[in-house]
């Protein structure tokens, strides 16, 4: 020690007790050390402590610690009492917190501990006050739970439903939105199976999707039915991501959930609103599908009539009315079930049977344009999970497209099958025309609401945009070749079902 100080020299105690004790370590520590006699007077400061407080070293040696420290802190700490403590039971005082200001300079924070230091005799002679400068710790502590709070209040006012899960799928947060929504608190819902809120055909999906990215950690997406509180199905788009530890560990799930059921009451209208609007156009065609069997019916009514005595005629008379009737009646069921508004998407719908029921409708009008129609339809498809209604609507505005692009006839191929030969995972569909085809710029537009090149007041230009979403809801993909003048084809690719499925 370069400059041993007066104090130092009153230091007898500690050094006698440890001669050894590295004084200039003490001295030079980073943390504020002060000893005190019993009557808690400074018989020692540190250097640290003496630039902390900004005091020379006769200001605090020799000066009890009323001196020392403003009244304030010794009221805050009881620093006083504290260190009397130490003396009598001889006992640490293990820490406690001190905010201290020196003259000129922002507050610090210190944390401070009392230990006593003992003579030969095992008595306390004095007694060490060790501070450790905490402020920096303590403030980002505290703007850390600053973050903390900060994030939880984000998460509290979004509008989107946002959910975390452990790793075995049990809810562990639910923000207000979800709470909003869906009726159930937190309390219902923490500690509970997620799962468990989601409609019975949709759990199993859910189900699978949660094990693959616990697993792969890869963003899942689904659109699913989930029971609210009050008995309502309501219909979410969730978005899951896997929250992962330093060390790559896939410790939560977040869910950020959007209620979809009021966008998808609007979409549903529009759909509506296109179909009768594409009935409308068939309408002539319809009542033509109608009236063939209806005639049938009529004159084999008349030959009944005018030679109803003969039995082989009267035989061969009854099967055709029946057959036609049944014919008639086929057509208009087709036509309601096409009409009426789409429910559930949880049918196994056969795509060709979809197909030819589409054709069933439209058919007899494309055929009057001299369009030869060519069917080639995969026998023993795999069936798809969806709306057969909506199906037949994305067919239909197909077809009337390709109708409309063969004004002057054409051929028209619809082709069904699996996309890859002994792969069950997809169908295609292929509508391909042979009409005036789409020009280069339009092709990336034809799908977008309201793109149309029909005459003012005639084309919507929603048929092919609804035909887009209906596919992307199925979870298939629909796409558009064409050449300007040699016709178009328009592909549907559907996710199949398994056998068991
Ligand atoms: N098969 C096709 N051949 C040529 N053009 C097509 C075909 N299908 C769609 N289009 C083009 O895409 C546009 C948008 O189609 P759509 O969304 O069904 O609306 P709309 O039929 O009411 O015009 C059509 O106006 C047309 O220009
Ligand atoms: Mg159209």
């Given at each position: 020690m370069k400059k041993r100080s007066g104090a130092l020299r009153e230091m007898t105690i500690l050094e006698a007790r440890e001669p050894s004790l590295p004084m200039d370590?003490?001295?030079?520590?980073?943390?504020?050390?002060?000893?005190?006699?019993?009557?808690?007077?400074?018989?020692?400061?540190?250097?640290?402590?003496?630039?902390?407080?900004?005091?020379?070293?006769?200001?605090?040696?020799?000066?009890?610690?009323?001196?020392?420290f403003p009244p304030v802190i010794l009221n805050v700490t009881d620093l006083e009492d504290r260190l009397r403590n130490v003396y009598r039971t001889g006992l640490p005082f293990d820490g406690g917190e001190m905010e201290y200001r020196a003259p000129g300079l922002a507050a610090r924070v210190y944390f401070y501990s009392l230990t006593p230091l003992r003579d030969e005799d095992g008595r306390v002679a004095s007694v060490m006050l060790f501070m450790d400068d905490v402020t920096e710790k303590k403030s980002l502590g505290e703007r850390v739970r600053e973050v903390e709070r900060h994030l939880a209040s984000v998460v509290e006012s979004a509008n989107d439903l946002i959910v975390s899960l452990d790793a075995a799928g049990a809810v562990m947060t639910w923000n207000s939105a979800a709470e909003r929504v869906l009726w159930f608190t937190p309390r219902e819902v923490v500690g509970k199976q997620f799962a468990d809120l989601f409609s019975e055909s949709d759990r199993p999906h859910l189900q699978v999707l949660l094990t693959e990215l616990a697993r792969e950690g890869k963003v899942q997406e689904i659109e699913a039915g989930m029971w609210a509180k009050d008995g309502q199905e309501l219909l979410i788009s969730w978005r899951f991501s896997a929250m992962r530890e330093e060390g790559g560990r896939v410790v939560a799930l977040v869910g950020v959930g959007r209620d979809l059921t009021e966008?998808?009451?609007?979409?549903?209208?529009?759909?509506?609103?296109?179909?009768?609007?594409?009935?409308?156009?068939?309408?002539?065609?319809?009542?033509?599908?109608?009236?063939?069997?209806?005639?049938?019916?009529?004159?084999?009514?008349?030959?009944?009539?005018?030679?109803?005595?003969?039995?082989?005629?009267?035989?061969?008379?009854?099967?055709?009315?029946?057959?036609?009737?049944?014919?008639?009646?086929?057509?208009?069921?087709?036509l309601l079930r096409f009409a009426r508004p789409s429910e559930g998407m949880v049918e196994r719908v056969d795509v060709n049977s979809a197909i030819e029921d589409t054709l069933g409708l439209?058919?007899?009008?494309?055929?009057?344009?001299?369009?030869?129609?060519?069917?080639?339809?995969?026998?023993?498809?795999?069936?798809?999970?969806?709306?057969?209604?909506?199906?037949?609507?994305?067919?239909?505005?197909?077809?009337?497209?390709?109708y409309h692009a063969m004004s002057e006839g054409g051929h028209?191929?619809?082709?069904?099958?699996?996309?890859?030969?002994?792969?069950?995972?997809?169908?295609?569909?292929?509508?391909?025309?042979?009409?005036?085809?789409?020009?280069?710029?339009h092709l990336s537009r034809i799908f977008d609401p309201f793109f149309t090149t029909m005459p003012v007041g005639k084309g919507t230009g929603l048929g092919l945009s609804i035909a887009y979403s209906i596919v992307q809801q199925h979870g298939g993909s629909i796409r558009v070749e064409s050449q300007l003048g040699r016709g178009s084809t328009l592909t549907v690719n559907l996710p199949a079902l398994g056998e068991e499925e």
């Open positions: 370590i003490l001295a030079h520590i980073p943390s504020s050390i002060l000893i005190l006699d019993a009557s808690l007077r400074v018989t020692f400061a540190n250097r640290n402590f003496l630039v902390k407080s900004r005091k020379e070293e006769g200001e605090v040696l020799g000066k009890r610690i009323s001196d020392v966008k998808r009451h609007l979409e549903l209208q529009l759909i509506q609103s296109a179909k009768m609007a594409a009935l409308g156009e068939m309408a002539g065609g319809i009542a033509h599908e109608i009236r063939n069997p209806l005639a049938i019916t009529s004159s084999a009514a008349q030959i009944l009539l005018k030679k109803g005595a003969d039995p082989e005629l009267r035989q061969e008379c009854a099967e055709k009315i029946y057959t036609a009737a049944n014919r008639a009646a086929a057509i208009i069921e087709n439209v058919g007899h009008q494309i055929s009057l344009q001299s369009i030869e129609i060519e069917k080639r339809l995969a026998p023993e498809l795999p069936r798809v999970r969806g709306s057969k209604n909506q199906l037949q609507q994305v067919f239909m505005n197909i077809i009337l497209n390709a028209f191929i619809i082709e069904s099958q699996r996309a890859r030969p002994n792969h069950q995972a997809w169908i295609e569909i292929r509508f391909a025309d042979t009409g005036c085809g789409i020009p280069e710029e």
